[in-house]
């Protein structure tokens, strides 16, 4: 006897309170015994795949864009022995996690909601509850958290090529000196900055990772449905991440402080 | 011995869409019950709210006193254990072998070793006849192996209740007969409680204790098979003969207009589809393989059957006069051609919780 009250945005209030319970749901299943190491392995493995040489290909010309245009404006400026420092910041607090998120969301999310999706119209799903086995347990939070470890990595390689990329161009490009670089680098720069960039990778991962699992078991009926399914995950998964970044960046800053300030 | 399920007033939506309404019945335990049904009405729904996989908004479903409409979620866990379900389309594992797609209700919940694991999927699979296709995936096989596999998957654990989605679609009409021996053969071997759903009246003629019938969102009947074999309901007749001619149509619903057009269509001589015999009327039930012991079910039924039968309508009573021996109409008291009047007291002792 459930009675359904629907006034303006019902739905949509609906959708956002499953989905809520179903990130609820997944971390508490994480706790539960046998983890299922085999499917988180080759999860993480199979996401891995998918989004590592994208990754790298869009990386690069990232840091690129982010070392030349810091590159001129602290030229104009007059504030060229801070261009590491600058970039750096930039690149590892907000480029890297952004990159990832929209590779974590497109590739291995969009990977993720389609492959529960089929097993979801093909009645798998709906087979294993009844053979008495939580598809919480054994299918959603392997990929969750294999969505989380690989999000965690790929920050830490974007970051990497990222400043790579960025001294690369700043040095060769547009003649900075390498030793400047490196020194404003140590600077203004500080270790709460990588775990922040780390951090929201962690954060993003799981929303990906929730958001994917949640479209990929409710799909608007049959196998269009799951198309349809694929393509709102990955739109839902940007539009919260960058939300959440939005959030996380504002609390970062006000918290700790910026280094020499 | 196999569990009661007793269903109270159940109804089902999706959204302003009813699929079926009030639907009040009880699935004896240990017995063998078909529920028929055009296409579309809503079978494979009643299926998957009896194992809680969708909530029906009103009434209950009792399963050892436990109502899976409104259980948690824990409880539901615990309760499906009991089930053993074929879904319509077999519901493999699309990412495992059949091997393993067997073998995957034993490791999950039993601390069997690896060999006798091996042992048990391997009797399953010869049982349902897919031995040397261990190593396919399911993408691999046809539509009728699928289904066959599933059921070999559905049996694995000794379920206590089987449900069955159309376990004749997409085989054969040999293979079907098999399926049904296998159903009834399984039913006297470990007394489990049986629900089929199917459109297949040969089934619904030979193998069932007990039949139903779903139309037009509602239950139209559900009781011992001899009252629906000898029911003169127009969708029952027209259902069980396979005729065009009668209240359903392509659609759910058929418009007067129609039904007037294939009414004179008729008188003109056009067939309706149907072969010129009445199929309805009771025939034997098929019996376990000699060898197996013989149904309990049987005699739970008789005994159950003859306490209510004052009750049934006039032909269903004479189907089931008639199909005792003329030693057992004397000990219920009853005699062909008169109506089984004040209800006949149980010459066995009753079982504890048999109705
Ligand atoms: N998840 C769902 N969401 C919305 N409607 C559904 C859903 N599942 C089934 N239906 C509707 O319920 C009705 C009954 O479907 P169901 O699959 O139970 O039919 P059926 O009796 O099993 O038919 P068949 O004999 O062809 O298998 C159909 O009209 C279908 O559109
Ligand atoms: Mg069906």
Known sequence: ?261 | MGVEVVVEGLTKSFGKQTIWQDVTLTLPPGEVSVMLGPSGTGKSVFLKSLVGLLKPEQGKIVINGTDLVRCSEHRLYEIRKMFGVLFQDGALFGSMNLYDNIAFPLREHTRKTEAEVRRIVLEKMEMVGLVGAEKKLPGEISGGMRKRAGLARALVLDPEIILCDEPDSGLDPVRTAYLSQLLIDLNAQIDATILIVTHNINIARTVPDNLGMLFRRELVMFGPREVLLTSDEPVVEQFLNGRRLGPIGMSEEKDTATMAAEQAHADAGHSDGSTSEDVRGIIPQIEPTPGLPFRDAVRRRKDRVMSIIHQLPYQAQQGIIESLTTEEQVRYGVHVGAPAAAPAPSPWPRQGGVL
């Open chain 1, 1 to 261: 006897m459930t009675t359904q009250t629907s006034f303006p945005g019902a739905g949509a209030l609906r959708e956002t309170g499953k989905l809520c319970q179903l990130g609820i749901d997944v971390v508490r299943t994480t706790f539960r015994r046998p983890f299922q190491l085999r499917e988180f392995i080759q999860q993480s493995w199979f996401i891995v795949s998918v989004t590592v040489l994208p990754t790298a290909l869009v990386s690069i010309p990232f840091g690129a864009v982010i070392a030349l245009q810091l590159g001129s404006l602290t030229r104009q400026i007059g504030a060229q022995s801070f261009t590491g420092a600058a970039s750096v910041l930039a690149i590892i607090q907000q480029a890297s996690p952004i990159v990832t998120a929209l590779l974590i969301a497109g590739a291995g999310g969009s990977a993720i909601c389609a492959d529960l999706g089929s097993r979801k119209i093909r009645e798998e799903i709906d087979a294993m509850e009844v053979l008495g086995v939580s598809p919480i347990h054994r299918l959603v939070v392997p990929r969750v958290l294999a969505a989380m470890l690989v999000s965690v990595l790929l920050n830490g390689m974007v970051s990497v090529v990222g400043v790579l990329g960025g001294y690369f161009f700043n040095v060769i490009m547009q003649d900075g000196t390498p030793g400047a670089y490196l020194a404003s680098f140590s600077a203004l720069a500080q270790l709460p900055d990588l775990w922040i960039s780390e951090l929201k990778a962690l954060i993003f991962g799981f929303i990906a990772g929730i958001v994917a699992a949640y479209r990929g078991l409710n799909p608007a009926g049959g196998p269009k449905g799951v198309g349809d399914a694929v393509n709102q995950a990955v739109v839902i998964t940007f539009l919260l991440l960058f939300f959440v970044n939005f959030v996380l960046t504002t609390i970062y800053l006000q918290v700790v402080p910026a280094k020499g300030s």
